[in-house]
């Protein structure tokens, strides 16, 4: 998949969108370059790398996962033998998701993938001095969701952190992803960039939170405000559900928890209705439940 636009950012930051809307960020900093997400296989990341080819620089490319979802780490594999970063949760979650979506999802490779988990992580926050680039934890969209600071520029890039209209929701704790996006609005950054919604206002980060609360306190949604995005709603109001029995399989089954097996049990999430979600989940976790006694 090709790169259909290019937006330069700041002195040393491009933005590169590909044909489906995916963006991936690029650092040109002191000492190496610095590469946001890889999009969908190595086939896109052909694409970067022509690009820094034009750049005629030889510096060092380290790859940072925002988090580990599919359309944003297949690409890693070009990079193998290379740095990649992501937090300490997103090589675990990767390396336990990474399989079922390899196969579920096959469509949407780019080339040959191959999973390539990142092989250096942090907990908290991890800089490079020199380069004046951190990466900070802050869980939400996902449990293993993380920043990136271009303190040079004062750019900062979120992933799936802040999405027009409506953000995706795949991490129960909506009280953490409240907590990170009140963090994103005060943050001292001059430019705020999204991998799907491109650079990001702070009215938008203020109606992702206000969605994500009404969804947390169980408030009407109005779903005019969203109709163009219904099926992201719909979609994540079944995934709660499903995020909240996939908590109570894993407590039951222990280290026995088959996350390719358990999620292979149901339909997309964005098809079902909920009360049949609803009646799939409670059958499939009384049938473990009474297997274990």
Not at 134 to 162: N, R
């Amino acid at each position: 998949m090709a790169i259909k636009d290019v937006k330069k950012i700041g002195s040393r930051g491009v933005i590169l969108t590909f044909e489906d809307d995916i963006s991936v960020y690029l650092i040109h900093a002191a000492k190496r370059w610095f590469l946001c997400d890889t999009h969908l296989g190595p086939q896109s990341m052909k694409y970067v790398k022509e690009y820094l080819s034009m750049e005629k620089n030889n510096k060092e490319v380290i790859v940072f996962n925002s988090h580990s979802d599919w359309d944003h780490i297949w690409g890693n594999c070009a990079f193998q033998g290379g740095i990649i970063i992501g937090h300490e949760t997103c090589r675990k979650r990767m390396n336990e998701i990474g399989p079922f979506e390899m196969m579920k999802l096959s469509e949407f490779h780019c080339g040959n993938v191959e999973l390539v988990l990142p092989n250096v992580t942090f907990s908290d926050r991890m800089a490079f001095v020199e380069d004046e680039i951190e990466f900070i934890y802050a869980p939400g969209h996902t449990i293993d969701s993380s920043l990136c600071f271009d303190k040079k520029d004062a750019v900062l890039f979120v992933g799936d952190l802040v999405e027009y209209p409506i953000p995706y929701l795949d991490f129960y704790d909506l009280t953490a992803y409240i907590k990170t996006l009140d963090f994103i609005k005060s943050f001292p950054a001059r430019a705020k960039v999204s991998a799907h919604s491109g650079i990001i206002d702070d009215d938008l980060i203020s109606r992702n939170s206000t969605y994500v609360r009404d969804i947390m306190e169980g408030n009407p949604i109005h779903l005019s405000v969203y109709q163009e995005s219904l099926s992201v709603h719909n979609f994540n109001i079944n995934n709660r559900l499903f995020l909240q029995y996939e908590s109570m399989v894993r407590e039951t089954l222990k280290e026995n928890f088959d996350y390719s097996a358990f999620k292979s049990s149901f339909d997309d999430l964005k098809k079902v209705g909920y009360h049949d979600l609803q009646e799939a989940l409670e059958t499939y976790f009384s049938k473990i439940t009474k297997s274990i006694l």
